[in-house]
């Protein structure tokens, strides 16, 4: 009987959980921004800054002024390093190229990365806080 019992048990489907966020969803947040900025979508890229865009250290409207002169952008992205974890927040490192051309044709490029944050899922009543967003950005110019 415990035997029978044990083998209903392993063969029982284990519940859904709600899969967390990880390393490619972090990539995946870091492509989209880059899209959005590229279809001219600079609320939703905005957006994808942590507090609703306050992370990015500027007004909308500057950052939107901030891609004025840029005529095209595009990432490519590369796995993630540096994941950390405390006690329910989340940071993980993307690392980038970044390559821009601006209106008057002139074409440049960007190498560095982007931090991203989340809290872990239940812990804040907004779903959108268990999701990447973009904390930080250190990009540099290559030459």
Not at 58 to 82: C, D, L, M, W, Y
Not at 86 to 92: L, T, V
Not at 119 to 129: E, H, L, N, Q, T
Request: glycine share 8%; net charge positive; aromatic share 10%.
């Amino acid at each position: 009987m415990r035997l029978a019992l044990a083998l209903t048990l392993l063969a029982a489907p284990l519940p859904a959980f709600a899969q967390e966020p990880g390393p490619q969803d972090a990539r995946d947040t870091v492509q989209a921004y880059y899209a959005a900025i590229e279809r001219g979508d600079f609320r939703t890229a905005y957006g994808l800054w942590g507090r609703g865009g306050q992370a990015s250290g500027k007004s909308f409207a500057s950052f939107r002024q901030g891609f004025a002169a840029t005529a095209h952008s595009r990432v490519e992205t590369r796995n993630p390093i540096n994941a950390d974890a405390g006690m329910s927040q989340r940071w993980i490192t993307v690392p980038v190229d970044v390559y821009a051309t601006l209106k008057n044709g002139k074409r440049q490029h960007f190498r560095g990365s982007y931090t991203l944050h989340r809290v872990v899922a239940g812990v804040s009543a907004s779903r959108a806080d268990s999701l990447w967003h973009l904390s930080k950005a250190r990009l540099v110019a290559v030459r």
